[in-house]
């Protein structure tokens, strides 16, 4: 008989159960295998009613963000080879309300995500006739890192403040308004920083720094919050110091 | 109620009317290493602010004359102070790697349009530490 491996899932229906148990089930080993291949395999052969997100399977989309022994990870990037022999169990991602099975509600992520403007913002947009807004390599060297964030939401899963906290922007939301920030095309640091020098912006960060650790996109939202709070510290030192200056 | 909505966080949408929400347990720090170092690390701050108190009480004696410095150092000399000052002084060294392993973080320079290597920043706050302290140990040591 082939090597087989075996997985502790979250289940949580919310019309049959008060609170989520876990379910065992074996799947075949394979070496090549990530944990989303062996959800897959549970879905298509053992239990059909298995609720999760998936799209790529190839580390972009996002969606197969859950916790997986007590980590947030990208389940199409995490293979069974690095547990095996030993069970895998698989949550949903932590600090959200789970819907169904590994189902999260994502709704406060979006809605912090579109509270930071998250765009190119312009005092006067060009004219389509006046081309683009160029950029240098250099000057996309500067915020490349940040743009690289998929929103899979594994950073607000290791944010313990965001856990305490849950009005915290938390840190892709901030690292995505950083991105645009430093984009020479963007005007908009200013709309930002009101919305961002709150006390639930940046400034309830404590630098706990995991959820750098845990990117898989090596974005470090944990060092764009800073350097964020680095730049509203001066902001605010030049406003005490020129109360006259420009807006 | 769950904290969070009693904080007033985004609440349910008309399509999940039943969600089941974990509580963070106030052992949250304890899992992990990674957040057990975060949460000394905070902690080291109290030490910090303990070690600064102690240097004014100690320049403060000082500067009342020879007499007042002897009791600062006979008191000083107790089990208990020497064995609070070992710990301050593991929380304070505690303190000063972990922020100056954390500063490339915050601080971004860049020369010549390219980042400055993190280790070259964190590398500058040892230096500036090493320099400082050989300078006031051979001030007072001389």
Same mark, same amino acid.
């Given at each position: 008989?082939?090597?087989?491996?075996?997985? /502790?899932?979250?289940?949580?229906?919310?019309?049959?159960?008060?609170?989520?148990?876990?379910?065992?089930?074996?799947?075949?080993?394979?070496? %090549?295998?990530?944990? =989303?291949?062996?959800?897959?395999?549970?879905?298509?052969?053992? %239990?059909?009613?298995?609720?999760?997100?998936?799209?790529?399977?190839?580390?972009?989309?996002?969606?197969?963000?859950?916790?997986?022994?007590? /980590?947030?990870? =990208?389940?199409?990037?995490?293979?069974?080879?690095?547990?095996?022999?030993?069970?895998?169990?698989?949550?949903?991602?932590?600090?959200?309300?789970?819907?169904?099975?590994?189902?999260?509600?994502?709704?406060?992520?979006?809605?912090?995500?579109?509270?930071?403007?998250?765009?190119?913002?312009?005092?006067?947009?060009?004219?389509?006739?006046?081309?683009?807004?160029?950029?240098?390599?250099?000057?996309?060297?500067?915020?490349?890192?940040?743009?690289?964030?998929?929103?899979?939401?594994?950073?607000?899963?290791?944010?313990?403040?965001?856990?305490?906290?849950?009005?915290?922007?938390?840190?892709?939301?901030?690292?995505?308004?950083?991105?645009?920030?430093?984009?020479?095309?963007?005007?908009?640091?200013?709309?930002?920083?009101?919305?961002?020098?709150?006390?639930?912006? *940046?400034?309830?960060?404590?630098?706990?720094?995991?959820?750098?650790?845990?990117?898989?996109?090596?974005? %470090?939202?944990?060092?764009?919050?800073?350097?964020?709070?680095?730049?509203?510290?001066?902001?605010?030192?030049?406003?005490?110091?020129?109360?006259?200056?420009?807006? | 109620?769950?904290?969070? /909505?009693?904080?007033?966080?985004?609440?349910?949408?008309?399509?999940?009317?039943?969600?089941?929400?974990?509580?963070?347990?106030?052992?949250?720090?304890?899992?992990?290493?990674?957040?057990?170092?975060?949460?000394?690390?905070?902690?080291?701050?109290?030490?910090?602010?303990?070690?600064?108190?102690?240097? =004014?009480?100690?320049?403060?004696?000082?500067?009342?004359?020879?007499?007042?410095?002897?009791?600062?150092?006979?008191?000083?000399?107790?089990?208990?102070? *020497?064995?609070?000052?070992?710990?301050?002084?593991?929380?304070?060294?505690?303190?000063?790697?972990?922020?100056?392993?954390?500063?490339?973080?915050?601080?971004?320079?860049?020369?010549?349009?390219?980042?400055?290597?993190?280790?070259?920043?964190?590398?500058?706050?040892?230096?500036?530490?090493?320099?400082?302290?050989?300078?006031?140990?051979?001030?007072?040591?001389?």
């Amino acid at each position: 008989m082939a090597e087989t491996i075996q997985l /502790e899932v979250t289940r949580y229906s919310p019309e049959h159960d008060a609170a989520p148990t876990f379910q065992r089930f074996e799947v075949p080993y394979r070496k %090549d295998w990530v944990v =989303l291949d062996a959800l897959n395999y549970i879905k298509d052969k053992l %239990d059909g009613s298995l609720s999760y997100r998936w799209s790529c399977r190839m580390g972009i989309c996002g969606s197969c963000g859950m916790m997986v022994n007590g /980590e947030p990870k =990208l389940t199409c990037a995490t293979f069974l080879s690095f547990y095996a022999p030993d069970a895998v169990r698989v949550e949903p991602l932590r600090y959200f309300p789970v819907v169904r099975d590994l189902v999260v509600e994502m709704t406060d992520f979006m809605v912090k995500l579109q509270k930071v403007k998250p765009w190119i913002i312009r005092k006067e947009e060009k004219s389509i006739a006046d081309g683009e807004y160029l950029q240098t390599p250099q000057q996309l060297d500067v915020y490349k890192q940040f743009s690289m964030c998929i929103n899979c939401m594994l950073c607000y899963a290791a944010c313990p403040v965001y856990g305490l906290d849950p009005l915290f922007t938390g840190p892709a939301a901030i690292a995505l308004a950083q991105r645009y920030n430093i984009d020479s095309r963007d005007q908009g640091a200013k709309e930002r920083m009101d919305i961002l020098s709150q006390h639930e912006g *940046i400034w309830a960060c404590t630098f706990v720094g995991e959820c750098t650790e845990v990117c898989p996109k090596h974005v %470090d939202p944990a060092g764009a919050i800073q350097q964020y709070k680095l730049t509203a510290a001066k902001e605010w030192f030049k406003s005490l110091l020129m109360p006259w200056g420009a807006k | 109620m769950t904290p969070h /909505e009693a904080k007033g966080a985004t609440q349910y949408t008309t399509y999940h009317p039943r969600w089941y929400r974990t509580r963070v347990s106030t052992y949250w720090w304890l899992g992990k290493w990674y957040y057990l170092k975060f949460v000394l690390r905070e902690l080291s701050s109290i030490f910090v602010a303990y070690f600064v108190v102690i240097t =004014l009480l100690q320049i403060h004696s000082l500067s009342r004359g020879p007499e007042a410095y002897a009791r600062f150092e006979e008191r000083m000399r107790n089990p208990l102070m *020497i064995a609070l000052d070992a710990i301050t002084f593991l929380f304070v060294l505690f303190h000063t790697i972990t922020w100056f392993n954390l500063a490339p973080r915050a601080m971004v320079v860049r020369l010549g349009g390219k980042r400055v290597s993190e280790i070259l920043i964190a590398g500058s706050n040892y230096v500036a530490w090493l320099v400082i302290s050989a300078s006031v140990a051979w001030f007072i040591l001389r």
